[in-house]
């Protein structure tokens, strides 16, 4: 038996998978196009056979090796070393977690320092207070709600 190198067992698995089409022609023209491969391959359908029978019935695409594993678990191992540093940091005041702006908070502290605002910012201001009560800002009010809140001595995370 020749040995499968992976753009041959590649193109044999596509040529396999074929073989659930609903249409007779596609199937028909799998197993033509099997044939044909194999042969210019030096392979038989019975080394095929072997292939499949040697693989203890695991499908190996779903498999993980010990070196995927050992990968995969130092990085949960990392992501979770991260995840309580910022745990026991704290978020600030005005930023969840994961970074992202609490609109309300911000809203509610520009609010309360809007005297040096224009009419039109305090206004603006005003209503982002209560709309983020209920909803996120668009993306245009949230640039100028963060525009006003760093001016007013807020800091961006």
Request: net charge negative; proline share 4%; aromatic share 8%.
């Amino acid at each position: 038996m020749s040995s499968l190198n992976e753009p041959v067992a590649k193109r044999i698995a596509t040529l396999f998978r074929m073989l659930s089409s609903d249409y007779e022609g596609e199937v028909l023209n799998a197993v033509a196009a099997m044939k044909r491969l194999f042969a210019a391959e030096g392979l038989a359908f019975h080394d095929i056979a072997t292939v499949i029978e040697s693989c203890n019935g695991e499908i190996e695409e779903l498999k993980y090796s010990d070196s995927d594993a050992e990968i995969i678990f130092a990085r949960g191992v990392e992501k979770g070393r991260a995840e309580q540093v910022r745990v026991q940091e704290g978020p600030p005041e005005f930023y969840d977690a994961d970074g992202r702006p609490r609109w309300n908070a911000i809203a509610l502290f520009c609010q309360k320092n809007h005297q040096r605002l224009r009419p039109a910012e305090q206004g603006f201001v005003d209503d982002m207070a209560g709309n983020t009560l209920w909803r996120e800002p668009s993306e245009k009010q949230a640039r100028w709600l963060l525009s006003i809140f760093l001016r007013l001595g807020g800091r961006r995370q």
